[in-house]
């Protein structure tokens, strides 16, 4: 199997059963905290968990698998997964299809 081969099952797998996940990264801390760059790529939600920390304090972590697809086109206002390469600790994901404000912070590997 080639590379082309393998992005293309990996293009239709994620047409299939992923979902549009948003990558941001914000600049500065307190008031002035600001959105510098996002992303939107699509990827799959893996696995989830969550670990008592103290008293009701629960830490819950997500693993996600993004797809860096060199032909996508980057949505309107957004940049490619490639220009955020590599993915930062303090980077947030965004699951789209859940339209709310649940938010991951990504930590990476």
Known sequence: MTSTHAIDRYRSAFAEIGEDIEIRRYGGSGAARALVMRALARGRVLGMGAEEIVGDAVRQTRKVLLLNDPAAVAA??????????????????????????????TRAA
Do not use: K, Q
């Not at 600790?89 to 859940?98: E, H, N, W």
């Open 76 to 105: 309107p206002g957004c940049l490619a997964l490639l220009d955020l390469l590599p993915l930062h600790a303090s980077d947030t994901l965004f699951f789209v299809r859940l339209r709310s404000s649940m938010s991951t912070t």
